[in-house]
């Protein structure tokens, strides 16, 4: 009886399901970081290899017409992008802070 319910709701539905799943999880990680703009523990490097990939996903879904997809990346890229925004822009200040002191930047 289950399997048939399941089965009968389309696919699309499905989609929508995962991506709303999927893009949710970030939801609170990101609003934490915007919050207190800590980003110590946070990867330039994957978080910029991350943002690549879901504005890959994006267009992905774009070129198939497939609305979850184009949704959940789209959300997702903004608060990827915005995030790695934070952190680039505070290893950018960390940098320069360190040349004025004559100490080494954080890596």
Known sequence: MLTDALTALPTQWLG????SFT??????QAVL??????????SAGMY???????????WY????????????NAVTLGLA???LVTKLLADRDARRAALRTGCSAPG
């Open 16 to 19: 929508y399901a995962a991506a």
């Open 23 to 28: 893009t949710l999880s970030f939801l609170p």
């Open 33 to 42: 970081t915007l919050r207190t703009r800590d980003v110590s523990g946070i």
């Open 61 to 72: 879904g774009w070129r198939l017409g497939e609305w979850p997809i184009i949704a959940a």
């Open 48 to 58: 910029g290899a991350f943002t690549v990939g879901v504005a890959l996903w994006l």
């Open 81 to 83: 992008a915005t995030i």
